[in-house]
């Protein structure tokens, strides 16, 4: 280190010496130009004086010195940088006219001298310092005026773009001046659009304010934009959809530049340009803790997320760490996801105790072991296959863990006496039309038929939500895998809609929901707007710079067995109730019949006759509405058969709201 050390020191050393020598000489040159243009001057006078020019030489490179002006690599510093020499030759130049007065009648130099040497001396300056742009300037022009020799004119994108504030003009600027010939020479910023309507007809980076964001689509066809750069940051949500939507309705692509100061500040790497983000698509801020919820019964606490390598579960450990558990257990059976959860938690500071566990939710004697051991006071239950269309070719599977894990799990919550366990449901238990929203509905009335047990403290419920942005279930990574391959990007319907939420923004609102539950409800999270699928997806193609059915293939192959056209949150005979958050309500259920005992004993059997050769009829069968709920045809096979019943048992409701929604399945 100590010889990489000298090495360096001699290297600048050995620059600054360059450099103060070029210095000195265009210094000396510039006082004796000047010196010798006055009309009376002898060569006596000139040598008098010579003392005193030695002595601004010093003087001028030591104020050079101590502003950083042989400290800076000049080929890659801007035309701002010329302020620093100007500072430099400034507080020297007063300096050296007071001494030279101060000498009285001998002054050795005149104060003219002074003044215009220092002025050509700056010009010298910054000739040596900018060299190579001056000459590379200098030649073509040159060669353009004198031989018509013009520089071949390259195709190139024309830029504009929107936001004429720092952000925008700090891309400006190292577009025009920080990329090589090769890629500078790509790219032409026609202007800028900037709703500040004082900015208007002035000039940012020497190219010009043309209007407000309103006037994109007009100023795009004019102008014949091909890339419009977003440069706009800390704006609502709402505000960037607006100004996205505007750029939409052109044939340009569009970028978006990242904040840089956020990047500086952020403790994780930022991309130089970043894709389009869950938090842009849906227009919502991040919901953080609310103020009216009592977090004491998640606190502190020993805590067991299952399905943990999942994207909802992996949040949920994130999050939890927040609410500092004394333990917090990982549950799952995804070994490769599990260690890498755990490798990536391990580099937070929280000094909670992190117990993995490998092991599979409907093994009931390993999970019994986790009881013994640890004693979770609080489980969020997210593990579960949540695939519609790889459920409806494997429906035992999807009996046996969604409804044999939950099963599991919750009986032995009640038994080891946890204090609150909570489901992580789904919209598609409403009016299910598929085997996996069947086997969530059937979990959440099982939570409802545990709750009602006697003989226990444990406070059950369920949380039900849309989909999540970036989950693996979600179709963002898949759009974002078609659009990385050059699609085609695959759609089921140009009118299927979602609700969506964000993955943080879901888990903040389970535990939220954990915290006000009573036991034996169910808690729906507001999801806000529907949104249309392909409207999602021609987002997420201009978001990457791409026109979408054009760039990118847009296809709509039709429904996937199970998929319904449009989602609902809930039945028509459930009835919201606000509570103390604004997100979250709670699903009250009319007055209904309902035998828990036997609904358990109907799921036990269900359990013991789902075997997966029994599942092997599963696509002849067809889920319809009935008075009774949702039941499958063609259902001589044992396991839909007793399906048919658990969902029969006290679901007269869903019957009648399928019945209206039309809900119908024909799996193959």
Not at 197 to 208: F, N
Not at 580 to 607: C, G, K, M, W
Request: proline fraction near 5%; include cysteine; aromatic fraction near 8%.
């Amino acid at each position: 280190m100590g010889k990489l050390l000298d090495v360096a020191q001699r290297y600048h050393l050995k620059r600054f010496i360059v450099w103060a020598v070029l210095d000195s000489l265009t210094m000396w040159t510039a006082y004796t130009v000047t010196y010798f243009a006055r009309i009376t001057v002898t060569r006596e006078e000139y040598l008098q004086s010579l003392g005193f020019i030695v002595f601004c030489f010093v003087v001028m490179l030591a104020s050079l010195y101590l502003f950083g002006v042989y400290y800076r690599i000049w080929t890659r510093t801007s035309g701002h940088g010329v302020t620093v020499i100007v500072y430099a030759v400034a507080v020297v130049t007063p300096l050296l006219v007071v001494i030279d007065i101060w000498m009285g009648d001998s002054r050795p130099l005149p104060i003219s001298v002074i003044l215009i040497g220092n002025a050509l001396s700056i010009t010298g300056f910054v000739a040596f310092r900018y060299r190579s742009r001056l000459v590379s300037g200098l030649s073509w022009r040159w060669r353009a005026i004198w031989f018509l020799d013009f520089p071949e004119e390259t195709p190139v994108e024309r830029v504009l773009i929107v936001g004429a504030e720092e952000p925008g003009q700090m891309f400006a600027w190292r577009l025009k001046h920080r990329w090589s010939d090769s890629e500078r020479n790509k790219y032409k910023v026609i202007g800028f659009v900037d709703d500040d309507p004082d900015k208007h007809g002035l000039y940012v980076e020497g190219s010009r304010v043309l209007g407000r964001r309103s006037d994109i689509p007009r100023l795009a066809d004019m102008h014949r934009i091909d890339l419009i750069i977003l440069a706009v940051h800390n704006i609502p949500g709402p505000e960037f959809r607006a100004i996205l939507a505007y750029c939409e309705a052109t044939r340009a692509r569009i970028k978006v530049v990242p904040d840089t100061l956020a990047a500086m500040e952020a403790t994780k790497a930022t991309p130089l340009l970043r894709d389009v983000q869950p938090e842009d698509i849906l227009g919502r801020k991040v919901i953080g803790r609310h103020e009216d919820v009592d977090f004491t019964p998640v606190t502190g606490k020993v805590v067991l997320v299952t399905g943990a390598a999942g994207s909802i579960g992996a949040e949920l450990g994130r999050q939890m760490l927040r609410y500092d558990p004394s333990v917090l257990i990982l549950l799952d059976n995804n070994e490769s996801g599990l260690h890498d959860l755990l490798i990536d938690l391990g580099t937070t500071q929280s000094q909670t105790r992190i117990v993995p566990v490998l092991a599979d939710v409907t093994q009931h004697k390993a999970i019994e072991q986790v009881f013994i051991h640890h004693r979770p006071q609080v489980i969020f239950h997210a593990a579960a296959y949540k695939h519609v269309p790889m459920m409806e070719l494997y429906p035992y599977e999807a009996v046996r863990v969604n409804v044999g894990g939950t099963l599991c799990v919750a009986c032995l919550a009640r038994d080891y006496a946890v204090e609150r366990f909570v489901l992580i449901s789904t919209d598609k238990a409403v009016s299910p039309t598929s085997i996996m929203g069947a086997s969530k509905r059937l979990c959440e009335r099982l939570m409802h038929a545990i709750a009602q047990h006697n003989g226990h403290d444990t406070r059950f419920t369920s949380v039900r939500f849309g989909n999540v942005l970036g989950s693996r279930g979600s179709v963002v990574p898949t759009f974002n895998r078609q659009i990385d391959n050059g699609g085609p990007v695959t759609v089921t319907h140009p009118e299927m809609t979602r609700y969506f939420m964000t993955i943080s923004e879901a888990v903040n609102l389970v535990i939220h929901a954990a915290c006000l539950t009573q036991g034996d409800d169910l808690f729906m999270l507001k999801m806000g707007e529907v949104v249309r699928i392909v409207d999602l997806a021609e987002r997420m193609i201009r978001m990457r710079g791409l026109r979408p059915y054009h760039d990118i293939e847009i296809r709509f192959p039709g429904p996937r067995p199970g998929e319904k056209m449009h989602e609902v949150l809930q039945l028509s005979s459930e009835i919201p109730v606000p509570t103390v958050h604004p997100n979250i309500v709670q699903l009250s259920t009319e007055q209904e019949t309902f035998d828990p005992a036997r609904y358990l004993e109907q799921i036990d059997i269900l359990l013991k006759q789902c075997t997966p050769d029994s599942s092997t009829f599963a696509r002849d069968a067809q889920l319809l509405m009935t008075e009774n709920g949702p039941t499958f045809l063609h259902s001589e096979n044992q396991c839909l058969e007793q399906l048919n019943r658990c969902l029969a048992i006290g679901h007269a409701q869903d019957g009648e709201a399928l019945r209206r929604n039309g809900g119908k399945l024909a799996m193959n």
